[in-house]
Structures are given as structure tokens and as C-alpha cells.
């Protein structure tokens, strides 16, 4: 029988897409065929079934999710009754279930619904389904005593309808009393309560949201800077030094469109992120003239500027009753709330309660979660030396929204800050260091020199070496200071690992350094090694790659299955380059019993079953391998990129394996909506880092 989940509450304004969208995130953690039923729905689409089929990937058809509209429903139950509707609902939530492993149900809103006792009805809907229930309840605004009152009427209405409640959450309290309240319910329910504080970020709406709202027109401004959350609100009226004064970060200043000084003036405080806005709406239909829209656009590209018909007041009156909505075009949004999720509901425990049985395979989407888990349980701290690229930038938004790691971004403090704000991210809880300016400078200079004198390096020289950022960067993991160091975006592979062979060195199990990708296909992943360290490895140098690829692919949850790799399969072809991967695959044979591998064989025998039915029949390797060892960088790094380019596939990495310590090389080529819009390239790859290296904790110097 397929599990269920359904989250629902007992009144509107909750916050109840934060307790969704975490519970989709637990069961794809788990399966890969998770399907979403929403009972009764007011339009459609959904935006929130939106988000989770826009951010989850998900193939099910979007007319399969939905039961009936609100209207409908309330017509027919008072036409024909309560049974006859819940009738009709029991018979289309069971068309999906009968589709996917585990179905998550999404409550009614209880906004406008017209339906008497919607919490019974929900109660009851639950019940036919089969599902374990989750019941949030909304804590803004009330005291704690309030809280703790409602949450535990709210427990008894639905465990009193019969319903199996896996965990109260209480949502949206004043973050001040989050810790007696989760005191306070731990004590007094028998089922588990998580607590989540409010967070401005979730309720401020995005400077596109209010745009829409006002039916204003976006003067200047790219995606980027429409996507910004309006933190607050600063109305400019008076003379500039007083508006300056009043600015906070992630403020939307709202003044006449004729004031061209308060524009001017608040866009250069944004430049110099003192402090970064979310930007400027434009009130009474007034536009600056075209030399001030210039001079605006220079000052803070992507900066939103935005014109509105209405007066201060008015728009005001209209921005006050505004509230940030999660929706597919709020990505950002959708981290907060994950981030919020993760941070306070213990995720194990719900997730053992809920008892989904584990998918066989791995998916690429269970693949980056259980990164993200194991980074988030030992938490480490990883150097990014290419601080100011944007893609790194937007990646290290993406890891402080989901509480994953400590950062550390290096390079000019000013030109970070600078890009930061215009992105729109705020960087309060990241270490910047200029190694330029750093006092750690002259420290690895010493420290560089006495590792490299036998080539005749002077401290003075030293100290010209490492304030390059991924010397810095380097030296800063081999001292200690950080965990792991992840570059290459902008940097060719070459300078990101140089200073890793003299500074940090190889294991003393390793005989090579070489390197993998993480292939992350639309139903599985695949470990392709060596694709861009190792021009032409011999066959000693071959067997190691594929030693160390299967327990890196083992570190990380890839069952590995080595195929290595050749232009013939088994015994059909001969030549040097055919002998070589035979010689590989025997050493590996012999020096790892313990290791399933198979080679020669080429591409399609490995990967295609019914390729190996006819090529290597028998073979326990041929049609599933999930680790591909290429026979040189040539072959490797072409197919990689060939795969990347033709499949859509998301290629993670190169990771690299047998250094001491973890030092890791993004690819300059990542495709930038692989990077940006969804951030799955640098979050996996930093978390590599984290994996990789199991030393002992950092040393908090600084």
C-alpha cells in the first residue's frame, strides 16, 4: 500500500507551505517517485504545487493532483452530503497513489472555503486515505501561553477524529519565545513538536511580488534584483543625508519619482553596500530623465527601479498589507524555508516515524540530499578563493539559507561586497579576508617557504606566492583554518591543484592524484573518472584511478560497479591501448578482491542491459556499472562534456582523490543554469570537500 503523508492545520496563515516543502524534501530524500494530492484547490495551477514540480522535478501531471475546486466541493456537499464528497476525493487520491511509492497530501487553507468543520473534514480525509497526519498551527502574533493552549486543542481535535498524528508543529512564533514554547509543548503532548520562529525573510514579499501587486513598471532592474526580498520599507521625503540615515539592508525605498538626489544617493549606498537595498519604487507616475537612469544604472546594475501611478500614502497603505509568498519564481524563498525546516524539526526522527522504505537506486535528487544531511550533521568550514564570481556568490547564498557549512570568501573585501549587494545577498554570517591585506599573509609566507626550500623559496618570495587566492586558500586548509577549498570557477585546473601538490601533498595509500565527476542523469548517478587531471595514465596509474573512484563513489552513496573502459569489450580487440585497460583491471583484480569490476568493455556494454546480455553475458558488472574509468584525460573529458551538453545531465566536480586534504576544482565550462538557478553544481562539489576530508575539527583562529 502506498504511504501518505498529509500536513494540514486548523486555521489560515500558518506558514504551512515551510512544513510542505520540508516534508517533500524528506520523502525525496528517500524515493524517487513521490507524488503530491491536493483535496481541494482554489485555482489552478497551484503556485505551491508549482514550486515543488518546478524545484523537485517532478513528471506528474498536473490535472492528476488536484481533487475538486473549492466551489465545486462546497456545491456538491450541499447537494449530496459529506459522504458523497469525500466519496469523490477518496476516488481521486487513490488514482495518483496507485502511480508513486509515497504520496504527500497538501490540507485545505481554510481561507474563504465556504465548507462548515473544515478540520473535521481534513480529520476525515486523512483518515480514508490511509495517511499519517503532520498539523501546523499558527503561533504569530500570540504569546506563549496562547500557543501552547491552541497547539494542544489542536492535537486533541485531530488524534480525537481518529487520526494518526506523526508531529505538532508550531510555526511562525516570535523568535524570542521559540525556546519556552518548544520547552513548554515537549512536556505536554504525547507526539513530538517542533517550533519554528517567524522569519522575515519568508514574509517579506520580493520586490517582482510588489511590482505585480501595484501594477507598477520596472524602470531598471534584471531578475536578479526583482527577486530581492523587501525587508523593510524607508520612505524617502526629506534631505538626502537624513534618508541615509535611515536606510537598513534590504530595504525598499519608496519616494516621489522627481527626487533624483534620494535616487542617486540610495543607489551609491547601495554600491558601497552602506547598506545594500532591495530598491526603489518610484511613486506619483514621476520618472527620473534619462541621464539620471544612466548614471543609476552604473551605480548598482541589477538594482530594481521601479515607477508607480499612486502617492506615498496610498502605496503605503498597499505595501503594509503585503506578504512574501513561496512560489516557483521564489527560489531563494524556498531555501530560507528549508533552511528554517531543517534547523528546527529534528528531520531524522520525523523521517523514521513516517517509515518510507528507501529506493534501491540512487537518484540524483536523494544523491545532493544525503549531501546536504551529512555536511549539515558534521558541520565544516570550506575556503572559496574566487569570492567575488557571481556563481560562487549565488552558491554561497544558496549553503547560508540551508544552514549547511561555515564559509570563508577570499579576494577584495570591497569588490565582494560590492557584487554581494547587488545580488542582493547578504554575506553577515561569512568570513572575508583579503589575502592581500591579511595578517595570516606573513605567516604562510614562512610557512610556504619552509615547505618549499629544497626549490630554493625565500620568505620574500613566499610572500609574494601566497597572496595569490589559491595559495591563501590552500595554505588555510593545510593549517588548519579550513576543512576544504573549492575553486576553478574562473581559475583553470591547473592553478587551483598546483599549489595543493606542494603545499598538501598525496595520501600515502595513493599513488596518483586523479579526479571524478559526479554525473547526476535524469534517474541515476554515474562516477566518471579520470576526466581532468591525468593525461595518459599507465595501467599501474589506471588501476589506482579506479580503486580510489569506487571508494570515493562508496564515501558518497554509489554502490560501485567499476567498468574499465575501451574501444572493445572482453576479449575481441588486442593492441596497446586494449592491453592496458586489461593490465588495469588485473591489478585491481588482484590487489582488491573485494571490488566487482569489469574491462575491457566499452560504453554501451556497461551502462545498457540488453547491450551486456549479447556483449558479456553473466557479467555482474556489464548493463548496471555505476563507476566508468576512462583509459585517458582525452576520452574522459570529452565524454563528460559530451554527456553534460547532450543529456542535460548536471556534471559535479572534478572532485579529486589521494590528496591529504581536500582541495576540489569546479569547472570553468559548468553550465550557469546548472549553477545558478538551481546552485546543484557548487553545493554538491563543496560538500565533497566536506566529505572528503575526515580530519579532526578545524582550529577557530581568527
Known sequence: MTRSVYVTGIDRGDGRQVVDLGVMELLTRQVDRVGVFRPLVHDSPDRLFELLRARYRLAQDPSSVYGLDYAEASALQAEKGTDELVSRLVDRFHRVARMYEVVLVLGTDFAATQLPDELALNARLANEFGASVIVVVGGKGQDAESVRAETRNAYRAYAGLGCDVLEMVVNRVAAEDREVIAERMTARLPVPCSVLPDDAALSAPTVAQITAALGGTVLLGDDAGLARDALDFVFGGAM????????????????PGDRADLVVGALAAHSAGTPPIAGLLLTLDERPGEEILKLAARLAPGTPVVSVSGGSFPTAAELFTLEGKLNAATPRKAETALGLFERHVDTAALLDRISVARSGRVTPMMFEHELLEQARADRRR?????????????????????????????????????????????????????????ELRQTFAERYAQLRAHRGVTVELAYDVVSDVNYFGTLM???????????????????????????????????????????????????YGDCAVNPDPDAEQLADIAAQSAATAARFGVEPRIAMLSYSTGTSGTGADVDKVRQATDRVRESRPDLRIEGPIQYDAAVEPSVAATKLPGSEVAGQATVLIFPDLNTGNNTYKAVQRSAGAVAVGPVLQGLRK?????????????????????????????????????????
Do not use: Y
Open 477 to 527: 586548509v593545510q593549517e588548519g583554518l579550513a576543512d576544504g577549498m573549492v575553486s576553478g570557477a574562473v581559475h583553470s585546473t591547473a592553478a587551483t591543484i598546483r599549489p595543493a601538490f606542494e603545499i598538501i601533498k598525496t595520501r600515502a595509500d595513493a599513488s596518483i592524484v586523479s579526479s571524478v565527476f559526479f554525473m547526476c542523469l535524469a534517474d541515476k548517478v554515474l562516477v
Open 240 to 255: 538626502l543625508p537624513n534618508l541615509l540615515n535611515a536606510l537598513t539592508p534590504g530595504c525598499l525605498v519608496v519616494t
Open 382 to 438: 570550506v575556503v572559496l578563493p574566487e569570492g567575488a564570481e557571481e556563481r560562487v556568490l549565488r552558491a554561497t547564498d544558496v549553503l547560508l539559507r540551508r544552514d549547511v557549512c561555515d564559509l570563508t570568501l577570499l579576494g577584495d573585501l570591497d569588490v565582494i561586497r560590492k557584487k554581494a549587494a547587488d545580488l542582493g545577498i547578504d554575506l553577515a554570517d561569512t568570513q572575508l579576508i583579503d589575502p592581500q591585506t591579511s
Open 662 to 702: 581536500p582541495v576540489n576544482d569546479l569547472s570553468r565550462g559548468a553550465l550557469v543554469q546548472d549553477i545558478v538557478n538551481t546552485s546543484v553544481g557548487p553545493v554538491l562539489v563543496i560538500l565533497k570537500a566536506l566529505q572528503l576530508g575526515r580530519g579532526p575539527p578545524r582550529k577557530d583562529t581568527w
